[in-house]
């Protein structure tokens, strides 16, 4: 089992920043990437970044390219995602995610995997 605790959320004005945190523990070996994952109401959740754990490698969706950042401390088993110029269209609850990486595609498949209880990202024009 891997638990994931995500922190960070909030609520900001158009152009602002946010950074989420995501703290996982337990048998976190059992995974290979960790993610972010965002849910608007009324939408499909949806990958908006994930990094391979071991290698390094990164997935953006194209909507947060030049504007979110993800990063990793394996140290603390943490996984970061710096949120930056935010657009009320980023306006969702996201949640962090433990799968396997997916080497031919470069994303992150957590649908079998560990999910956190998510936390709201409010962008306001």
């Known amino acids: 089992q891997v638990q994931l605790v995500e922190s960070g959320g909030g609520s900001v004005q158009a152009g602002g920043s946010l950074r989420l945190s995501c703290v996982a523990s337990?048998?976190?070996?059992?995974?290979?990437?960790m993610g972010w994952f965002g849910q608007a109401p009324g939408k499909e959740r949806e990958e908006v970044a994930s990094?391979?754990?071991?290698?390094?490698?990164?997935y953006y969706t194209d909507s947060v390219k030049g504007r979110f950042t993800i990063s990793q401390d394996k140290w603390k088993n943490t996984v970061y995602l710096q949120m930056n110029s935010l657009k009320p269209e980023d306006t969702a609850m996201y949640y962090c995610?433990?799968?396997?990486?997916?080497?031919?595609?470069?994303?992150?498949?957590?649908?079998?995997?560990?999910w956190g209880q998510g936390t709201q990202v409010t962008v306001s024009s």
């Open positions: 995610a433990a799968g396997q990486w997916i080497v031919s595609g470069g994303y992150c498949y957590a649908d079998n995997g560990y």
């Open positions: 990094i391979y754990r071991n290698g390094g490698a990164t």
């Open positions: 337990g048998y976190t070996s059992s995974t290979s990437c």
